[in-house]
T-cell receptor, first 109, second 114 residues
């Protein structure tokens, strides 16, 4: 089993739709969780950190479920500019980041 | 922008050659991590340098080596290049020592091995 797994995708959704991505991790000692966005042929860019209490940034909401070892990302009112690959990243204390394979999102007009 | 820079942006090498990639970290950051990202996959951790010392290594052979300088910039060296080394190489800088620091990526170097 891979250390970090994500919904395989791709997700093709119309503008204005709500879309949710899931990411599961196998290391129960993981302490830090992140969502990154990566545009085609570009570097990953930090979208948001994920906190135990959940957090929201505009149209984006991230949740962490430690008991089930997964994190989620919800995008409301999708825009064309949200089209990208979304990577989740997990890290234990003093350990390296482990990235999932990414989920590709295409928002269609 | 993250303030992390990498050079060169693109590189073409032939099998068996050696390559050096460079990374300048964001101002104030003392930790640099290197990743290899093959097409269609997530970044895979190669190693990390914290205050000039290797501070963790992923599942990569010894022909992948690195260095961090006193100004916290870093190099990734790959010897005896193989076709499978073709990938996007990313460096990420962070402020180490807290255990949960956020990483910020540079634009990457795209390496093609023929």
């Amino acid at each position: 089993r891979k250390e970090v797994e994500q919904d395989p995708g791709p997700f093709n959704v119309p503008e204005g739709a709500t879309v949710a991505f899931n990411c599961t991790y196998s290391n129960s000692a993981s302490q830090s969780f992140f969502w990154y966005r990566q545009d085609c042929r570009k570097e990953p860019k930090l979208l948001m950190s994920v906190y135990s209490s959940g957090n929201e940034d505009g149209r984006f909401t991230a949740q962490l479920n430690r008991a089930s070892q997964y994190i989620s990302l919800l995008i409301r009112d999708s825009k064309l500019s949200d089209s990208a690959t979304y990577l989740c990243a997990v890290r234990g204390y003093g350990q390296n980041f482990v990235f999932g394979p990414g989920t590709r999102l295409s928002v269609l007009p | 922008e993250t303030g992390v820079t990498q050079s060169p942006t693109h590189l073409i090498k032939t099998r068996g050659q050696q390559v050096t990639l460079r990374c300048s970290s964001q101002s104030g950051h003392n930790t640099v991590s290197w990743y290899q990202q093959a097409l269609g996959q997530g970044p895979q951790f190669i190693f990390q340098y914290y205050r000039e010392e290797e501070n963790g290594r992923g599942n990569f052979p010894p022909r992948f080596s690195g260095l961090q300088f006193p100004n916290y910039s870093s190099e990734l060296n790959v010897n005896a290049l193989e076709l499978d080394d073709s990938a996007l190489y990313l460096c990420a800088s962070s402020l180490g020592g807290t255990g949960s620091e956020t990483q910020y990526f540079g634009p990457g170097t795209r390496l093609l091995v023929l």
